[in-house]
């Protein structure tokens, strides 16, 4: 009986031991299954790893690059908004040079027209320069002729006028037995009036001459009138009298058709009296002793040849 305890437990030993046999085969199985696993996962962590340091070294090498990039983004946006500034104030001067430009059109073109004026000025002016030289040019050549009329009046005639206190006619040649005896008489103009200040020697009638010449502002007839009567005079050998009424300074008022200019040429003592100088000659030859301005230009200084310009004075040489 024993026995057959003993061979249902070495039964069931060995039945264990088959299990278990069994079971640790399957275990083995599972370990060499496990290990094999657990090594291929450590394998494919170990894949992992060295894929994720590779993907590190580069995300470190992306992120260099990147920050090299932004700082090139950054230089670029600051050398584009640099050049946007410039293009800005490019466009600015632009805009102000066209301005500009329109402003120096507008002034070229006023200058062009005042160009063109001063053109004009300068081309008249010019005109009137040459017209003035050939007049200069005339006014020369006729000089001499002047000088010879006034040389041959002072010479044959010996007529000067002096100014002092009034215009002093002074005439010599007339007395053939004293060709140096002087004839004189002072008349002055003064508020449109001409007043017979001196007489040397005395006429008679010289009122009503004076009364003429104040009516028909004929001072040159009144001066070669004078000029005969001093002849006349000496040729009769008989002078009047000093009358008071006709040497009277009081004028006769009669209204004259010039301005009235005073024959007064100062205190000036006889000595400073000096025989005024000749202007042109025939450039007022056409005037006649009536017209404006005719005893202005007689009792004034400087026109001592007023009386030579006359055509009523003039003598054949």
């Not at 009298?241 to 024959?263: F, K």
Request: charged share 30%.
């Amino acid at each position: 009986m024993q026995s057959n305890v003993e061979d249902s437990i070495r039964k069931k030993m060995e039945e264990l031991s088959l299990v278990c046999d069994r079971e640790i085969a399957i275990q083995q199985q599972r370990i060499d299954s496990a290990h094999s696993t657990f090594r291929k996962f450590l394998q494919d962590a170990q894949l992992k790893a060295q894929e994720t340091l590779e993907i590190q070294a580069k995300l470190r090498m992306l992120k260099a690059e990147l920050r090299t990039v932004e700082a090139e983004l950054v230089k670029t946006l600051a050398a584009k908004t640099r050049k946007e500034a410039e293009r800005l104030a490019t466009v600015d001067s632009i805009a102000a040079t066209k301005a500009r430009l329109e402003g120096l059109k507008g002034l070229i073109e006023d200058q062009r027209a005042r160009k063109n004026e001063y053109a004009e000025i300068i081309s008249q002016q010019s005109g009137a320069l040459m017209e003035l030289e050939d007049l200069h040019n005339r006014s020369n050549g006729q000089r001499e002729e002047v000088e010879d009329a006034i040389s041959w009046y002072s010479k044959v005639l010996g007529f000067q006028i002096e100014c002092g206190h009034g215009v002093k006619f002074v005439f010599t040649n007339i007395d053939f037995k004293n060709p140096n005896r002087q004839y004189s008489f002072t008349v002055r103009y003064e508020s449109d009036v001409y007043t017979l200040l001196d007489c040397d020697p005395p006429l008679s009638h010289t009122k009503e001459l004076l009364e003429e010449l104040n009516q028909t502002n004929g001072l040159f007839k009144f001066v070669r009138t004078m000029r005969v009567k001093f002849q006349e005079a000496t040729a009769r050998g008989n002078f009047p009298q000093v009358i008071s009424n006709d040497q009277d300074t009081s004028a006769i008022s009669l209204s004259a058709p010039v301005s009235s200019v005073s024959t007064d040429c100062g205190s000036e003592s006889p000595g400073k009296r000096k025989e005024l100088q000749p202007v042109d000659f025939n450039r007022h030859s056409k005037r006649t002793s009536n017209t404006k301005g005719s005893r202005q230009a007689i009792l004034s200084p400087g026109s001592a040849s007023s009386l030579r310009r006359s055509p009523r004075f003039k003598v054949q040489k």
